[in-house]
């Protein structure tokens, strides 16, 4: 399944887009190795329905964000759109914490706990992710593959 950019489909899409907080940190930081790559991708954000899960909010929305009124003004635009979801994560928060906990103590690559969140929505059959937004393809591909996720 490949999403094409194209006049069809508008920010009241259907197709359900997860991003990841590092998307944010390097489309908003023009000294981050991947803005550019960021600025290519960010049309996504106006394209596809947004679902924000409130832990990749909390990651993103940090002190250092805010204080930039011009960031800020920017995010908040994005997350008003129309087909903006803010999800919540309470379904997910014991599982995700005890698999990120089981992980760091029996593996060099563990998940950070707003990642071990994003995998196990991506995993739930009751949440439709179309696509997700990531610079960490190592980290989601396998649930990505299993859920037939396409990762942008």
């Given amino acids: 399944m490949e ?17 990841d907080s590092g998307f944010f940190f390097a489309l908003f930081n023009p000294r981050d190795q991947r803005h550019e790559d960021a600025c290519e991708k960010q049309e996504w954000l106006d394209i ?4 924000m899960p409130w832990p990749t909010l909390y990651e993103t929305v940090n002190t250092r ?16 759109a129309p087909g903006t979801e803010f999800l919540d994560d309470n379904p997910y928060r014991l599982a995700a914490y005890n698999y990120t906990i ?6 060099h690559h563990a998940l950070s706990l707003v990642d071990s969140v994003l995998c196990a929505i991506l995993d739930d059959v009751n949440v439709r992710i179309d696509a997700m937004l990531t ?12 859920q037939n996720v396409e990762l942008l």
């Fill in 102 to 107: 089981g992980q760091a103590k029996t593996r």
């Fill in 135 to 146: 610079f960490n393809h190592r980290d989601f591909a396998d649930v990505c593959r299993t």
């Fill in 65 to 80: 964000f805010v204080r930039q009124r011009e960031t800020i003004a920017r995010f908040e635009s994005i997350m008003r």
């Fill in 3 to 19: 999403y094409r950019k194209n006049a069809t489909m508008n920010r009241n899409s259907n197709y359900r887009l997860l991003v």
């Fill in 48 to 51: 596809l329905a947004l679902v």
